[in-house]
């Protein structure tokens, strides 16, 4: 009855699909470096020792105890310091080399390396703000996939997508794969 035709340049090979999972888990890691490192120097910017501050694991994810004097608004200002940091780095990353790339040569490539990239910057700054706002609750959120703290930074993540889809429309999108061909079944 309704037919929906296919663009054959929103095609990734298996080479390129394996390039954004690889992309997608150093991109993670160097967020986590970076958004505890952020959060390190920001502590010795208001006058925590390095010595004082403690590295861990709250779970699975990576954490820094500040020491028990440290309190107030320096406090939370470190609190602030990782995601906002990560995510601001990130933003301009893309903005540098994502966007101006897939302006110069629209593919799908260069728009899904830019949709991901989109992706955890906005992952970064909900969870700067939850982590500066409702820092109780994105400790209690740390521990569950499906926390309210969880989906809020998930909605983040869609919303940077949909920017980024305003940023680098598809639709200039030119044709760069060939099309699979259907195999006879």
């Known amino acids: 009855m309704f037919r929906v035709k296919r663009s054959t340049g929103i095609r990734l090979s298996r080479r390129q699909s394996g390039f954004i999972m690889l992309y997608t888990l150093l991109l993670v890691v160097a967020l986590v470096v970076i958004h505890e490192a952020a959060h390190i120097l920001a502590a010795m910017v208001f006058g925590a020792r390095l010595g004082e501050l403690k590295l861990g694991f709250l779970g699975i994810n990576p954490s820094v105890t500040l020491p028990e004097w440290f309190t107030g608004t320096r406090q939370t200002v470190v609190h602030y310091a990782g995601g906002l940091t990560a995510g601001a780095v990130l933003l301009v990353f893309y903005l540098l ?5 897939y302006l110069r040569g629209p593919n799908f490539f260069t728009w899904s ?6 992706m955890l910057s906005g992952m970064q ?7 500066g706002r409702y820092h109780a609750a994105y400790i209690v959120g740390a521990m569950s996939f499906v926390s309210p703290t ?11 997508v949909f920017f980024h889809s305003a940023l680098c ?17």
């Open 97 to 101: 080399y994502w966007m101006r790339k």
């Open 113 to 118: 390396l830019g949709a991901v990239t989109m």
């Open 125 to 131: 700054f909900a969870t700067g703000y939850l982590e």
């Open 150 to 160: 969880n989906i809020l930074t998930y909605g983040w993540a869609i919303s940077a």
């Open 169 to 185: 429309p598809l639709r200039k999108m030119k044709a760069t794969t060939k099309p699979i061909p259907k195999t006879p079944e």
